[in-house]
């Protein structure tokens, strides 16, 4: 993960300075989704990873799958990765561009997993804490994990709050094993 991570950030920091500069950040947000889903098919990762395919082979197959919801640039991006072997970072190229764009936006993406479903209510408790706490606009994830018996796990950019059971009972543990 780290190598892929390695590989996408400076292609992430270009796209994204260009789409700053072309004030069009929510389009290459889109085309870049759109982009890394494609790349995330399986079909797709096994003719990514065939080298008896050439670059024009790959990026052909790509731009066919896109079709006409990539503007020129996003096309040329694709036939960029495509010479390099790079189109398998797409997916991690986007995860890096939303992070540029939430942080250019003054936002911050956080996590809340939960045992149970949260309901609205807890959402909205959650979401306004985490504005008080940053100082910014929180984009708000929520997800369910029964392995934490009850409570919460928030999780927002280096920001860990740990509130579960699980995580509770292992703190205790450790305290007394001490």
């Known amino acids: ?10 292609y992430a920091q ?12 929510d ?10 889903v ?13 080298p008896r395919l050439t670059e ?8 066919e799958i896109c079709g006409e919801r990539l503007n020129a640039e996003g096309r040329n991006l694709v036939r960029v990765l495509a010479e390099n072997r790079r189109l398998a970072a797409l997916p991690e190229m986007f995860r890096l561009y939303q992070e540029h764009k939430s942080a250019a ?5 956080a996590e809340l997993i939960t ?5 609205e209510a807890h959402k909205a408790t959650v979401l306004e804490a985490l504005k008080q706490r940053f100082g910014r606009e929180v984009e708000l994830e929520c ?15 280096d920001t860990v709050i740990d509130g579960s059971v699980r995580g509770k009972l292992a703190r205790l543990a450790t305290a007394l094993s001490h």
């Not at 392995?147 to 796990?153: D, H, P, S, Y």
């Open 38 to 50: 494609v790349a995330s098919d399986p079909d797709m990762q096994r003719l990514l990873d065939n």
């Open 143 to 157: 997800r369910t994990d029964q392995n934490l018996v009850g409570g919460a796990i928030i999780r927002a950019g």
């Open 1 to 10: 993960m780290a190598e892929l991570t390695t590989i996408a950030r400076p």
């Open 105 to 109: 936006e003054g936002a911050i993406k």
């Open 115 to 119: 045992a149970y479903p949260a309901t």
């Open 56 to 63: 024009d082979q790959l990026a052909g197959f790509f731009l």
């Open 14 to 25: 270009a796209v994204f300075r260009l789409a700053r500069e072309q004030q069009n950040l």
């Open 27 to 36: 389009a290459w947000s889109d085309m870049l989704g759109l982009m890394a």
